[in-house]
């Protein structure tokens, strides 16, 4: 086989229709995500995200790359939901990062906790977990105020509470699977915890 020549050196030169990198093609567009979400997701999340249906989440303010996850996972059938697996079905990446965009500029409206008994536990395990059953305080993730971590964990604060009462339970009974770590922690609460955590994470700001 004869030496490589000079010309080995040299990348070839791209294919007149080769398509650029994916990342580079999906850049936000906020107004597009606003139209989409003004005629696909309004009806059930509410003006700007914030849903005034308790089985309905909040979506204003969300970390944008949770909000594209979690619509990823619904398409790809992930995360079960018959509703949203049939909305997200529809739409395209680019759809996606346009609502995530939008909904992460909006203005969250306050929640309010209900219970005063169980918000007392609510936070003692939000804050402290439960030592004797190993389960890790919600804070350490989710942060005190219920703010979440950009790209890792969602926003909490403000959030209904019986939709994250619903979401604890599917994780725990193996309802929901799209966070194995979210499904271990679960599994160590009690409807009671359940209701007091989430009753807790309605009223942070």
Known sequence: MPAPGPQAATPAPAAPNAEAPKTAAI????????AKFGTVCVACHGAGGNSGTPANPKLSQQ???????QLE???????QNPIMQGFAAQLTDQDMRNIAAYLGAQ??????????????LGEKIYRGGIQN?????????????????????????????DYVASQLVAFRDG??????QMAAIAAKLN???IRAVADYVAGLR
């Open 27 to 34: 850049k936000p567009d906020p107004a597009a995500g606003e």
């Open 63 to 69: 970390h944008p790359e949770y909000i594209v996850k």
């Open 73 to 79: 996972e619904f398409k790809a059938g992930r995360r």
């Open 107 to 120: 203005q969250a409206k306050p929640g309010f906790a209900k219970d005063k008994e169980l918000v007392t």
């Open 133 to 161: 059953r190993e389960a890790p305080a919600c804070a350490g993730c989710h942060s005190p105020n219920g703010a979440g971590i950009p790209s890792q964990y969602p926003r909490l604060a403000g959030q209904h509470a």
């Open 175 to 180: 309802i929901r699977k799209n966070s194995p």
């Open 191 to 193: 409807d009671r915890e």
